[in-house]
T-cell receptor, first 115, second 113 residues
Framework: SAVISQKPSRDICQRGTSLTIQCQVD?????MFWYRQQPGQSLTLIAT?????????ESGFVIDKFPISRPNLTFSTLTVSNMSPEDSSIYLC????????????FGSGTRLTVV | KQEVTQIPAALSVPEGENLVLNCSFT??????LQWFRQDPGKGLTSLLL?????REQTSGRLNASLDKSSGRSTLYIAASQPGDSATYLC????????????FGTGTSLTVIP
C-alpha cells in the first residue's frame, strides 16, 4: 500500500494566521482526501482533492477557509486560513489507490493548536 | 448518508483477555468496510479491510467479520496485550457517495498489565 508523508506533524499558531499542510505519497494515487478530527471526536471529511481541478468540499467546509491544491497524483496541500482556536484539531491526509474496494491509507496527521 | 455506530465507547480489560468490538452501519449496500487503530494524537493505522464478498478477515491476533444483511461488523482481539491499548475506528462507505468513508466515534481500549 501507499506510504504517506505528512508535514508538519504538529504546530502551534497564532489566531488570524494561516498554516499549509503538505501530503506527499510515494506512488501515484487516484483519490486523495483531507479529514479533520476535532478533540474527542471522530473523523470528518473536509474535501476530496482532485488532480488538476478544484477540490470537492463537504457540507460545512468552504474553499476560502480550507484552500486545497493537488498539482499531481502524488502531492496535495491543505491550508487552514485565518485560524481561530476552534480550528485546533488533527488534520489527516488519506489516499485510496482506486475506486471501490481498495481501502484507505492515512498519513500520520498534523496536530494543530491555535492560540 | 451512512451512519456508523461503535459500541462500547470505552473498554478496559486485563491483559490476556479476548475481546470483541462492535460496529453497526445503516447503509448495507457497501462494497467494503475497514478497521483502523489510532494512538493518542496520531494518525490512523489500517488493521483490516473486508470486501463485501468476504465474511471475515484475519491478521495475527485480529479477526474482523462482516454481516452486510444485518449491518454489523465485529473486531475480535485475541489474548490482548498492553500494546493493544488505543482507539479502534470502524469506517464504511455509502452506496450513493462514491468513495467517501464514514467513521464511527471509536472504541477506546485499555489493556491493563
Amino acid at each position: 500500500s501507499a506510504v504517506i508523508s505528512q508535514k508538519p506533524s504538529r504546530d502551534i499558531c497564532q489566531r488570524g494566521t494561516s498554516l499549509t499542510i503538505q501530503c506527499q505519497v510515494d506512488s501515484q494515487v487516484t483519490m486523495m482526501f483531507w479529514y479533520r478530527q476535532q478533540p474527542g471526536q471522530s473523523l470528518t471529511l473536509i474535501a476530496t482533492a482532485n488532480q488538476g481541478s478544484e477540490a470537492t468540499y463537504e457540507s460545512g467546509f468552504v474553499i476560502d477557509k480550507f484552500p486545497i491544491s493537488r498539482p499531481n497524483l502524488t502531492f496535495s496541500t491543505l491550508t487552514v486560513s485565518n485560524m481561530s482556536p476552534e480550528d485546533s484539531s488533527i488534520y489527516l491526509c488519506s489516499v485510496s489507490e482506486g475506486e471501490g474496494g481498495y481501502g484507505y491509507t492515512f498519513g500520520s496527521g498534523t496536530r494543530l493548536t491555535v492560540v | 448518508k451512512q451512519e456508523v455506530t461503535q459500541i462500547p465507547a470505552a473498554l478496559s480489560v486485563p491483559e490476556g483477555e479476548n475481546l470483541v468490538l462492535n460496529c453497526s452501519f445503516t447503509d448495507s449496500a457497501i462494497y467494503n468496510l475497514q478497521w483502523f487503530r489510532q494512538d493518542p494524537g496520531k494518525g490512523l493505522t489500517s488493521l483490516l479491510l473486508i470486501q463485501s464478498s468476504q465474511r471475515e478477515q484475519t491478521s495475527g491476533r485480529l479477526n474482523a467479520s462482516l454481516d452486510k444483511s444485518s449491518g454489523r461488523s465485529t473486531l475480535y482481539i485475541a489474548a490482548s496485550q498492553p500494546g493493544d491499548s488505543a482507539t479502534y475506528l470502524c469506517a464504511a462507505p455509502s452506496s450513493n457517495t462514491g468513495n467517501q468513508f464514514y467513521f464511527g466515534t471509536g472504541t477506546s481500549l485499555t489493556v491493563i498489565p
